[in-house]
């Protein structure tokens, strides 16, 4: 199995703030990351998908980048509604799978 | 609007099985994949399984082969997950999602349905 792992699991921030989660995948999966939102209570949010596309409706201040083994979810601005924890999935190869989740964190 | 209600958790003993629905509207549900994740307080999210549009092809995450089975009824816009032989570890809020278009990421998802796995 792909093993998928995220940094830093818990990232402390400020409104305002550009933040950045960096996704690490034991092999190549090109550009096969997708990246969602998690909320207490909530259905996950699908945000990115082929690492760097965003999905129809997120805001801009949302962005992916890499391929191979390296991805990063940046968020620009950092904005109330976007506190959560978001989570990385490759879906180069079955079984698919996750990472672990970074929480952000006032 | 792409709607996806989840059913069938409930509180069960180890060693116990439950089967879990997906109801799905708003798509054409042939054409897609779905699939199924959990969450879980200590691992936050685990795919689980997903089927092919058609039902021939199902795959499974390691923790759960040989244990579930995922299907589905077209005819009815439904997505089944049949849970085996299950453990404490099991225990977890169920996902439904639906497959993206484009292949492999998951675009939609229910609000889940809690399953808990304990004597």
């Known amino acids: 199995d792909i093993q998928m792992t995220q940094s830093p699991s818990t990232l402390p921030a400020s409104v305002g703030d550009r933040v950045t989660i960096t996704c690490w995948a034991s092999q190549n999966i090109n550009s096969w990351l997708a990246w969602y939102q998690l909320k207490p209570g909530k259905a996950p949010k699908f945000l990115i998908y082929k690492a760097s596309s965003l999905e129809t409706g997120v805001p801009s201040r949302f962005s992916g980048s890499g391929s191979g083994t390296e991805f990063t979810l940046t968020i620009s601005s950092l904005q109330p509604d976007d506190f959560a924890t978001y989570y990385c999935q490759q879906y180069n190869s079955y079984p698919r799978t996750f990472g672990q989740g970074t929480k952000l964190e006032i | 609007e792409v709607q996806l209600l989840e059913s069938g958790g409930a509180l069960v003993q180890p060693g116990g099985s439950l089967r879990l629905s997906c109801a799905a509207s708003?798509?054409?549900?042939?054409?897609?994949?779905m699939g199924w994740v959990r969450q879980t307080p200590g691992k936050g999210l685990e795919w689980v399984s997903v089927i092919t549009g058609n039902g021939r092809e199902t795959y499974y995450a390691t923790s759960v082969k040989g244990r579930f089975t995922i299907s589905r009824d077209n005819s009815k816009s439904t997505v089944y997950l049949q849970m085996n032989s299950l453990r404490v570890e099991d225990t977890a809020l169920y996902f439904c999602a639906k497959d993206d278009v484009r292949g492999g990421s998951l675009d939609s998802w229910g609000q889940g349905t809690l399953v808990t796995v304990s004597s």
């Open positions: 708003g798509f054409t549900f042939s054409r897609f994949s």
